[in-house]
């Protein structure tokens, strides 16, 4: 059947891209059209080197043949099944695979589609739970400033994004936010940083400002990713646990970014020896290949739903697709690659040559601090003057065009590179980045 309207392929106007400079973008467009591995390649066919794996998701690398396999066959075999009252097998076998990785303690997977989804289902699980314990007065969330939650309103409302939050109105009532870790004393602090485990204490303040009765949750990244890498301080996550705990307040730790690899375990809870009630993840879930997220709870979290008739519905809450066939068997198989090539391992090892590579650039111009975990880095540029944000665009500008593919937030470079990198991918990516900050104004 003809389509009555063919846009003509050099056409950029219909797409209203996301968080993304679109009339920049239209003037000057930047395109992939292929990936492999660790590159892309761009529509004038160059190769650019990936060094945040797409936007924190493709942690085993591009186009990889396990997950490609899986998709194709599912998609022949069962392409969807309904969620709700319905099942499948795929996705009850992701999910147990999911629980075989996770912390102990950790026991069921409730399926989002993205990381967004995620931080909403994970709220309402939360406000939910205490309801069904006769504690219905516990509806307050607690977030952080500088958090990243994505961008639904619960999200938004947690989040402590001035630009996500500012231009979409009142928010959700009932919340609060504890102060962020990022402090001058830990700048240039290789890894975990030293100073600040105090600055959970404030979660205290906040207990005795509203009731400990009138909160149901706090939401954290165990590390902040897309506000510029800001990590927790030694002994700041046990404290935000031990606090939460002794208040009966749940703790999610918001793991879209850490999940799955980056900081050299499964979750970044394992990385930290510290378990929250609820876990937040997406992105690495499928390798990015295909949209899906998990809530994963404690039994106690799930338990407390378990009663009334049993022809019931527990919880009113689900998506179409939570769960989807395809995207279940990309899970499993994203999960196979990880587990087969040692990937988590992997980043564990690669972790301290990373971390060497990236400070090398101390000293370098206008870098003011960076900082680093697992396979994560951030490099934080002096802005320029009267124009913030606008030396780090030009950064990431220039490392495109001498192929490599970083992010910037604000004036802060991220980089998050798959965890198959090698060590002189690494040298190439850092050795690009000294190139362009060394010839930026
Ligand atoms: N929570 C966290 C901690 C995230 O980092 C989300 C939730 C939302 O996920 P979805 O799948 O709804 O986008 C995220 C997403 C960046 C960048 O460059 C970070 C994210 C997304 C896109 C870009 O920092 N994080």
Request: charged content about 20%.
């Given at each position: 059947?003809?389509?009555?309207?063919?846009?003509?392929?050099?056409?950029?106007?219909?797409?209203?891209?996301?968080?993304?400079?679109?009339?920049?973008?239209?003037?000057?467009?930047?395109?992939?059209?292929?990936?492999?591995?660790?590159?892309?390649?761009?529509?004038?066919?160059?190769?650019?080197?990936?060094?945040?794996?797409?936007?924190?998701?493709?942690?085993?690398?591009?186009?990889?043949?396990?997950?490609?396999?899986?998709?194709?066959?599912?998609?022949?075999?069962?392409?969807?099944?309904?969620?709700?009252?319905?099942?499948?097998?795929?996705?009850?076998?992701?999910?147990?695979?999911?629980?075989?990785?996770?912390?102990?303690?950790?026991?069921?997977?409730?399926?989002?589609?993205?990381?967004?989804?995620?931080?909403?289902?994970?709220?309402?699980?939360?406000?939910?739970?205490?309801?069904?314990?006769?504690?219905?007065?516990?509806?307050?969330?607690?977030?952080?400033?500088?958090?990243?939650?994505?961008?639904?309103?619960?999200?938004?409302?947690?989040?402590?994004?001035?630009?996500?939050?500012?231009?979409?109105?009142?928010?959700?009532?009932?919340?609060?936010?504890?102060?962020?870790?990022?402090?001058?004393?830990n700048a240039f602090a290789k890894g975990q940083?030293?100073?600040?485990?105090?600055?959970?204490?404030?979660?205290?303040?906040?207990?005795?400002?509203?009731?400990?009765?009138?909160?149901?949750?706090?939401?954290?990244?165990?590390?902040?990713?897309?506000?510029?890498?800001?990590?927790?301080?030694?002994?700041?996550?046990?404290?935000?646990?031990?606090?939460?705990?002794?208040?009966?307040?749940?703790?999610?730790?918001?793991?879209?970014?850490?999940?799955?690899?980056?900081?050299?375990?499964?979750?970044?809870?394992?990385?930290?020896?510290?378990?929250?009630?609820?876990?937040?993840?997406?992105?690495?879930?499928?390798?990015?290949?295909?949209?899906?997220?998990a809530v994963i709870t404690t039994g106690a979290?799930?338990?407390?739903?378990?009663?009334?008739?049993?022809?019931?519905?527990?919880?009113?809450?689900?998506?179409?697709?939570?769960?989807?066939?395809?995207?279940?068997?990309?899970?499993?198989?994203?999960?196979?690659?990880?587990?087969?090539?040692?990937?988590?391992?992997?980043?564990?090892?690669?972790?301290?040559?990373?971390?060497?590579?990236?400070?090398?650039?101390?000293?370098?111009?206008?870098?003011?601090?960076?900082?680093?975990?697992?396979?994560?880095?951030?490099?934080?540029?002096?802005?320029?003057?009267?124009?913030?944000?606008?030396?780090?665009?030009?950064?990431?500008?220039?490392?495109?065009?001498?192929?490599?593919?970083?992010?910037?937030?604000?004036?802060?470079?991220?980089?998050?590179?798959?965890?198959?990198?090698?060590?002189?991918?690494?040298?190439?990516?850092?050795?690009?980045?000294?190139?362009?900050?060394?010839?930026?104004?």
């Amino acid at each position: 059947m003809a389509l009555d309207r063919k846009p003509a392929p050099n056409d950029l106007n219909a797409f209203w891209m996301p968080f993304t400079a679109n009339r920049q973008f239209k003037q000057s467009p930047r395109m992939f059209v292929a990936a492999k591995d660790m590159h892309y390649t761009t529509a004038d066919g160059r190769q650019v080197l990936d060094g945040t794996a797409g936007l924190w998701c493709c942690n085993a690398g591009h186009c990889r043949p396990l997950i490609t396999e899986a998709i194709q066959k599912q998609a022949a075999e069962l392409d969807y099944a309904p969620a709700f009252q319905m099942g499948h097998p795929v996705a009850f076998e992701l999910a147990n695979r999911l629980i075989d990785i996770s912390p102990k303690g950790m026991e069921h997977v409730f399926y989002t589609n993205s990381g967004s989804e995620s931080v909403e289902t994970a709220l309402k699980i939360a406000i939910a739970y205490h309801r069904a314990r006769g504690e219905g007065t516990r509806t307050r969330l607690i977030g952080r400033e500088r958090g990243y939650h994505g961008v639904n309103f619960g999200g938004i409302s947690v989040g402590g994004i001035v630009n996500n939050r500012k231009f979409f109105g009142t928010l959700l009532a009932g919340v609060d936010h504890l102060p962020h870790t990022h402090i001058p004393q830990n700048a240039f602090a290789k890894g975990q940083p030293e100073h600040g485990a105090n600055l959970a204490d404030d979660l205290e303040r906040i207990v005795a400002l509203h009731g400990a009765e009138t909160i149901a949750a706090v939401i954290v990244e165990p590390m902040a990713g897309s506000t510029g890498v800001l990590l927790p301080p030694k002994g700041y996550l046990e404290k935000l646990r031990a606090i939460t705990k002794k208040h009966g307040i749940l703790l999610i730790f918001d793991e879209v970014i850490t999940g799955f690899g980056r900081l050299g375990s499964a979750f970044a809870a394992q990385h930290f020896d510290v378990l929250p009630d609820m876990m937040t993840t997406a992105k690495g879930l499928t390798n990015g290949v295909i949209p899906m997220g998990a809530v994963i709870t404690t039994g106690a979290v799930h338990d407390a739903f378990m009663n009334g008739p049993e022809h019931m519905i527990e919880l009113f809450h689900g998506y179409t697709y939570s769960g989807n066939p395809i995207a279940a068997a990309a899970g499993i198989a994203t999960l196979e690659t990880y587990k087969q090539e040692g990937l988590f391992e992997r980043a564990a090892e690669l972790a301290p040559y990373w971390e060497n590579a990236l400070h090398s650039l101390k000293g370098t111009k206008n870098v003011i601090d960076i900082r680093n975990m697992g396979l994560i880095g951030a490099v934080e540029l002096e802005p320029i003057a009267g124009q913030p944000t606008k030396r780090a665009f030009s950064a990431f500008l220039n490392a495109y065009e001498k192929g490599s593919l970083i992010r910037t937030t604000g004036d802060i470079i991220a980089m998050s590179p798959p965890l198959i990198i090698s060590k002189a991918e690494i040298d190439r990516l850092i050795g690009t980045l000294k190139e362009v900050l060394d010839t930026l104004e």
